[in-house]
């Protein structure tokens, strides 16, 4: 069972999470862009605070949390369509 939270682990969801902010923020949909602007805005502070906790709280499990809430305020903006993305890798959408 892996149930530990490692720096590791969390380093690399760092990287994906910033990866997929990366795309996400140059892939709004410019019919709804208030709300791409408003659910990017969500995830970048839940990402933000993500490093607020490990560098300066030193909590890993919070950290953890938070970004896991940053990625999934852009899974469900890819989801619903705010963030044109195609990368499979990085957001649960289908790829085409």
């Known amino acids: ?6 720096q590791e682990k969390l380093n690399s969801y ?9 795309k996400a923020k140059d892939a709004f ?3 709804r862009q208030e709300q791409a602007e408003d659910f990017f805005d969500m995830a ?7 490093r607020y906790f490990l ?3 030193k ?3 919070l950290a953890f949390a938070a970004l896991n809430y940053a990625h999934g305020w852009l ?8 963030f044109k993305v195609t990368d499979s890798r990085l957001f649960t959408v289908d790829s085409k």
């Open 55 to 57: 560098d300066k709280k």
């Open 59 to 61: 909590d890993m499990v």
């Open 75 to 82: 899974d469900a903006g890819a989801r619903i369509g705010l």
């Open 1 to 6: 069972m892996n149930n530990t939270i490692t």
């Open 29 to 31: 949909d410019s019919a």
């Open 44 to 50: 970048e502070r839940y990402y933000n605070d993500a």
């Open 14 to 22: 760092f990287s994906i999470t910033k990866e997929a902010l990366d």
